[in-house]
């Protein structure tokens, strides 16, 4: 899967298409589906998105990493995928982004694409601001470090690395 990083603003049109960024498309397209799953983020009023190999990363480290039946297993499974749309891309490379969906981000007129690596998200501008600001203060006051992974030679996939 391709890096999804940077930010991209773009329209909403009043029947809630928005274009996702090309090299968002570009990226979920080489993995077979043509379009995205979009859920709510749980943490922020955002959306989160991914191509079809994020989701079954999910989907599996849910039935591998959790007891089954447990209740962090099931508030995660009801968080993510019971609330997980699959979008697919119109002729110009649009998605229809649900009522719902847009309520839970606030999204009204703009849509705000912001980069994850294997995965994006979908933020109002104005709330993706101060979260962004309140982001790098913490990052700030912590002093958060990031441990790099080991470098991978061009033939090693990050997937394959990392046991996905």
């Known amino acids: 899967m391709a890096l999804l990083v940077g930010r991209h603003l773009n329209k909403i049109d009043k029947k809630g298409r928005v274009s996702v960024p090309k090299p968002y498309r570009e990226a979920v397209l080489a993995e077979g589906f043509a379009g995205v799953y979009i859920y709510p983020y749980f943490k922020f009023p955002a959306l989160e998105g991914a191509g079809e190999a994020f989701m079954k990363r999910i989907s599996a480290s849910l039935e591998d990493n959790l007891e089954l039946f447990s209740d962090a297993q099931e508030d995660l499974a009801a968080i993510t995928l019971e609330n997980t749309f699959q979008l697919s891309f119109d002729p110009e490379g649009r998605i229809s982004l649900p009522v719902e969906l847009c309520l839970h981000a606030g999204l009204d007129g703009q849509a705000l694409f ?12 104005d709330a993706y601001e101060e979260h962004r600001s309140g982001a790098l203060e913490r990052a700030k006051a912590t002093g958060a470090t990031l441990k790099l992974s080991p470098q991978l030679s061009p033939q090693q996939s990050p997937r394959k690395d990392r046991g996905a």
């Not at 912001?114 to 501008?125: A, D, H, K, L, N």
């Open 114 to 125: 912001v980069g994850r690596g294997s995965r994006f998200q979908i933020w109002s501008p």
